[in-house]
T-cell receptor, first 112, second 112 residues
Framework: NAGVTQTPKFRVLKTGQSMTLLCAQD?????MYWYRQDPGMGLRLIHY???????AKGEVPDGYNVSRLKKQNFLLGLESAAPSQTSVYFC???????????FGQGTRLTVV | DQQVKQNSPSLSVQEGRISILNCDYT??????FLWYKKYPAEGPTFLIS?????DKNEDGRFTVFLNKSAKHLSLHIVPSQPGDSAVYFC???????????FGTGTRLTIIP
């Protein structure tokens, strides 16, 4: 049982380049989330999805887009990377109701 | 606007003693609270949770206390062990259970 898997684990981008981070979960969870973790800022919600085909903005959505075409996958896209997007990105998923979220291992992204 | 606050960035406790981590929140719509533990280079892992209808929840060495009137919760670890050294995040969700809002984290160091 893999849980939540993030691809890639590390990436270095040049300013202006684009990329997509993939999150896959095998727990049949309805809800999926993308967070970024920065020093002193905790985990901040970028975008989330409450089901296949739906997405919504979190606290810090600017510069990112997401898609949830399949229930098990949640993609995070950076169309034109900026140094301010250097961060560690975490994907998470959960069932409906008062339940805990399960996190992936993280993607460390550096934009130079 | 930080809706979930952890005012202590770090805490050091001797092995065997009690560790107390604190969390305050401002949104009265929050009704479910969680604590996560995070080791370096890993994703956060769920530790313990509490619903707003309770004021205490225990799981082994870990106890979470909720004071709704003060909008405050705390995590007690007794006795503290070296393996407890990690960053601890407090999180909260509202009645709709869609979004999970995290605090900035507290780095706990257990001194042998």
């Amino acid at each position: 049982n893999a849980g939540v898997t993030q691809t890639p684990k590390f990436r270095v981008l040049k300013t202006g380049q684009s990329m997509t981070l993939l999150c896959a979960q095998d727990m049949n969870h309805e809800y999926m989330y993308w967070y970024r973790q920065d020093p002193g800022m905790g985990l901040r919600l970028i975008h989330y999805s409450v089901g296949e085909g739906t997405t919504a903005k979190g606290e810090v959505p600017d510069g990112y887009n997401v898609s949830r075409l399949k229930k098990q996958n949640f993609l995070l896209g950076l169309e034109s990377a900026a140094p301010s997007q250097t961060s560690v990105y975490f994907c998470a998923s959960k069932r409906d109701g008062n339940t805990e979220a399960f996190f992936g291992q993280g993607t460390r992204l550096t934009v130079v | 606007d930080q809706q979930v606050k952890q005012n202590s960035p770090s805490l050091s406790v001797q092995e065997g003693r009690i560790s107390i981590l604190n969390c305050d929140y401002t949104n009265s719509m929050f009704d479910y609270f969680l604590w996560y533990k995070k080791y370096p280079a890993e994703g956060p892992t769920f530790l313990i949770s509490i619903s707003s209808i309770k004021d205490k929840n225990e799981d082994g060495r870990f106890t979470v206390f909720l004071n709704k009137s003060a909008k405050h919760l705390s995590l007690h670890i007794v006795p503290s062990q070296p393996g407890d050294s990690a960053v601890y995040f407090c999180a909260a969700s509202d009645f709709g259970n869609e979004k999970l809002t995290f605090g900035t984290g507290t780095r706990l160091t257990i001194i042998p």
